[in-house]
Structure formats: C-alpha cells, structure tokens
C-alpha cells in the first residue's frame, strides 16, 4: 500500500498473481480494519458500517466489482478468501467485518487461518456449510442479465429485491437504487460470480471450533436472501461469538444508527 497518502485516496493492490483489487482507504492510526462487501455492492455500501469505527478502515471492492479485476472462471469461496486475505495482509489490517457474500469470504478464510484476525464481524451471513435455494441462483442471474442489458431501470430493479418491498418506493430507497445501478453499469459485474452457485465456504461448521477470536454475528429475521437460521448456525460454530438478530429486515434503512453504534461499540472493546 503506497504510504503517506493523505485523507481517504482509493488503491488498486496488485496481488502476486497480476490481480488488481481496488480500495478505499480512510482514517488513520491503529488499528486497521477491513469492510468487505456483499454480492453487487460495494464501497460505497460499506462505508456506513465503519462510522464511528477507530483507526484506519480499508473497504475493498470483492473481485468482479467495481475496477477490480475479475479472473477467469470457475470461482470458488477459496478464491474470494484469497483476495480478501491478500489485501488485509497488504494493508496490516487486524480485524474485519464481512457483509452477505463479504462474510462468506471471510469464513472461508478464518477456517483456513483461525487467528488471522483480532475481531472480526459477520453482517447478514448468506450461506455456511448449506447452499442458498434456487431463488437465490434464480435472483443472481436476473441480477447478471440487468447489468447485461445496460439498462438502468432494469437494474435497479433488480436491485430493489434486496430492499423490503415497504420501503422500496420511498424517496431515500429511489435514489439510492438509482445510484446503485448506475454504480453497476459503470463498471459491469462479472458473471463469474454465478460459478459460486452452488457451493458453500465451509462443508462443516466444526472447523471454526478453531476460531476462539471475539466475533459479532449479526442477522435479522424475515430476509430471505439473508435467513436468520444461517446468522445463528454460524454464531453457534464460533466458539467467542455474540448473535444479535433484529426482528425485521432491511437494517440499513430501519436500525441504521443501531447497527453502526453496535458494530463501532465491538470493534473499540478491543
């Protein structure tokens, strides 16, 4: 990482292997931490969660998304462990937090390297050792074929399944969906990710028995695209773990303060 960059500046890391991952990196100071995303998000949907954060926060852009680079396929959670390991290590980050498929990487990557982090947060877990249905592959390849398309309002509403349909023809839900797809069809998204249908991080909990780090497990009830069930089996496989479940989905626009204080309070008990 290119040293004495002032104020938040975005980096592409280049890993041994020739790939780019783009970041952003803000704050300063110990300790870092790194934000990874969910499927089709990005930056800019991390950014919040790192409000009230201490220390230096790295957001990275998963591979596929965004200006970072999308190798040829198949793809596997090993691989995505991989990327997300690579720019931790890269930026001497100590604790991350992993949203949807962002916390699917970092399982992976903490059954293979139980110690890597000092804390670690897991944000609607999507999938652990069981593969999502056939809605989810079905929303991912309508997801892959809007961006396709390059039409924005065909995006957007592809997009608009993530969000509670009670919320979805709000001004705040509009806009943002708007800003979501035209985020998507600047830089595409890769239809590689849809080879990770199908598969899971980890075949069996049990191999995180070996991840004894303090972890946040955070999930809410009624999204189907983020079952309840998998929040809690995998709160249940970390031996140093905390579960909280909110009672509805779509946190980010219902408890935004709630989960930014309860995500910023465990990262600064360190």
């Given at each position: 990482?290119?040293p004495g960059l002032p104020g938040p500046h975005t980096e592409l890391l280049r890993a041994p292997t020739g790939q780019d991952?783009?970041?952003?990196?803000?704050?300063?100071?110990?300790?870092?931490?790194?934000?990874?995303?969910?499927?089709?998000?990005?930056?800019?949907?991390?950014?919040?969660?790192?409000?009230?954060?201490?220390?230096?926060?790295?957001?990275?852009?998963?591979?596929?998304?965004?200006?970072?680079?999308?190798?040829?396929?198949?793809?596997?959670?090993?691989?995505?462990?991989?990327?997300?390991?690579?720019?931790?290590?890269?930026?001497?980050?100590?604790?991350?937090?992993?949203?949807?498929?962002?916390?699917?990487?970092?399982?992976?990557?903490?059954?293979?390297?139980?110690?890597?982090?000092?804390?670690?947060?897991?944000?609607?877990?999507?999938?652990?050792?069981?593969?999502?249905?056939?809605?989810?592959?079905?929303?991912?390849?309508?997801?892959?074929?809007?961006?396709?398309?390059?039409?924005?309002?065909?995006?957007?509403?592809?997009?608009?399944?993530?969000?509670?349909?009670?919320?979805?023809?709000?001004?705040?839900?509009?806009?943002?969906?708007?800003?979501?797809?035209?985020?998507?069809?600047?830089?595409?998204?890769?239809?590689?990710?849809?080879?990770?249908?199908?598969?899971?991080?980890?075949?069996?909990?049990?191999?995180?028995?070996?991840?004894?780090?303090?972890?946040?497990?955070?999930?809410?009830?009624?999204?189907?695209?983020?079952?309840?069930?998998?929040?809690?089996?995998?709160?249940?496989?970390?031996?140093?773990?905390?579960?909280?479940?909110?009672?509805?989905?779509?946190?980010?626009?219902?408890?935004?303060?709630?989960?930014?204080?309860?995500?910023?309070?465990?990262?600064?008990?360190?």
């Open positions: 990482m290119s991952l783009e970041v952003l990196v803000t704050g300063h100071g110990e300790p870092v931490t790194i934000f990874a995303p969910g499927l089709a998000g990005g930056i800019p949907d991390t950014r919040p969660l790192g409000s009230g954060v201490p220390g230096r926060k790295v957001f990275i852009q998963l591979r596929g998304h965004g200006r970072s680079t999308a190798p040829d396929g198949p793809w596997t959670y090993a691989d995505l462990a991989g990327d997300l390991a690579f720019a931790a290590d890269a930026t001497g980050a100590s604790r991350a937090l992993g949203v949807s498929l962002g916390a699917a990487a970092l399982t992976r990557l903490l059954a293979d390297r139980p110690d890597r982090f000092a804390r670690v947060v897991f944000f609607l877990p999507a999938v652990l050792d069981v593969a999502p249905g056939a809605a989810s592959g079905t929303r991912l390849a309508a997801l892959l074929a809007a961006v396709a398309s390059g039409d924005p309002e065909r995006v957007a509403a592809a997009v608009a399944l993530e969000v509670p349909e009670p919320l979805r023809d709000t001004a705040p839900v509009r806009g943002y969906l708007r800003q979501r797809a035209v985020d998507l069809l600047r830089h595409g998204l890769a239809p590689q990710l849809a080879t990770l249908a199908g598969q899971v991080p980890v075949p069996d909990p049990a191999v995180l028995s070996r991840v004894t780090v303090p972890a946040l497990v955070i999930g809410a009830t009624g999204d189907d695209l983020h079952p309840a069930a998998v929040a809690r089996r995998l709160a249940a496989a970390l031996p140093n773990s905390i579960l909280h479940v909110y009672d509805r989905p779509g946190v980010l626009w219902t408890a935004r303060a709630d989960l930014r204080s309860r995500i910023a309070s465990f990262f600064a008990a360190a």
